[in-house]
């Protein structure tokens, strides 16, 4: 038997709720940004499961950007999170809740 | 067997992921992360993507994980603490929130699963890094020219955000930073005398000394 696309866009889904349950119960910001990481590998996995079954190379080179977008957002989120620790002495988020720094 | 492997990878990414979702402690999510992503690697393999499971591997479970785990140490964060749920009237309208979206995606997944067979069976080389290659030089050179701008502003961005205060002064010295120089290391004529001044800088540390006009004191370059 076969894996079939339909189980590849299944555990993708699966993966992406778990990612928004995460981000909507988790007050920690350095959870949330964990979270919004694993979103992004759901997506990721669409893709790559798409171009696999469609014979398509495109699919793949999405991702390959998703992926420099996600580092991107690693570095400069991080730099906020330490900035908002450095401001606040907390992680919490409703502790943010201003867009002060 | 490629269905039993993706059976396996598939409940270890699920297992990971609830796992991160659970752990109140940051550091233990971030390691449920990290099995997320190799269990994700490893299902790129079985759909014949072996670049973008490399570069899974790298990026994601390395270089991010590294810099997510370096700042969970390096801020010292603690467990979060159990705090009342607010808004309790709220759960049954998310629970129905919840049946209505699960509904959907089984509507969409019966749907994909009626769908016309795709064409599988020859080996193809979509997945090779010489076809990912060529698809990124050629057609989407412009997409890959804009995310080498994206990086460069991420890296300023990322040193604009986590400096303290303003750059290092012009009258600072070599060394920032409050410590202390043994004498023998500013004045090489002085073996014997292992007295210690504390100061923020070699110079300062020098005229402390006294050594700072001396014949044989050095100069940093």
């Known amino acids: 038997m076969v894996p079939q696309l339909s189980w590849y866009l299944a555990l993708s889904a699966v993966l992406f709720t778990t990612g928004v349950v995460g981000v909507m119960i988790k007050r920690n910001v350095i959870s949330m940004f964990m979270c919004i990481e694993l979103m992004l590998n759901a997506v990721n996995l669409t893709f790559v499961a798409f171009s696999s079954f469609f014979r398509d190379v495109t699919g793949q080179l999405f991702v390959f950007i998703v992926m420099t977008v996600a580092a991107a957002e690693a570095a400069v989120g991080l730099g906020i999170i330490i900035s908002i620790f450095r401001n606040r002495e907390s992680l919490d988020v409703d502790d943010a809740s201003t867009l002060k720094l | 067997m490629l269905a ?61 994980m590294v810099l997510v785990v370096f700042v969970i140490m390096l801020l010292n964060v603690e467990e979060e603490e159990r705090q009342p749920v607010r808004l309790r009237t709220l759960v049954p309208i998310a629970v129905a929130l919840a049946a209505v979206f699960f509904a959907e995606t089984a509507f969409i997944i019966f749907f994909v699963q009626t769908s016309p067979a795709t064409p599988t069976g020859s080996v193809s080389d979509v997945g090779l890094t010489s076809s990912i290659g060529t698809g990124l030089f050629t057609t989407y050179l412009l997409p890959f020219e804009i995310t080498s701008i994206l990086l460069l502003m991420a890296v300023v961005g990322a040193m604009t955000l986590a400096r303290r205060g303003g750059l290092i002064g012009a009258n600072v010295g070599v060394v920032p930073g409050y410590q202390s120089f043994a004498r023998e290391v500013l004045d090489p004529m002085a073996t014997t005398d292992l007295t210690q001044v504390e100061a923020r800088t070699s110079r300062e540390a020098e005229e402390l000394l006294g050594v700072s006009d001396s014949p044989h004191g050095h100069d940093e370059g």
């Open chain 2, 4 to 64: 039993l492997l993706f059976i396996l990878f598939a409940g270890m990414a699920v297992g990971c992921a609830l796992s991160m979702v659970a752990q109140r402690n940051p550091l233990y999510s971030a390691i449920s992360l990290i099995g997320v992503f190799i269990s994700l690697a490893c299902l790129y393999v079985t759909l014949a993507a072996p670049f973008i499971a490399a570069v899974q591997v790298i990026v994601y479970a390395g270089a991010i």
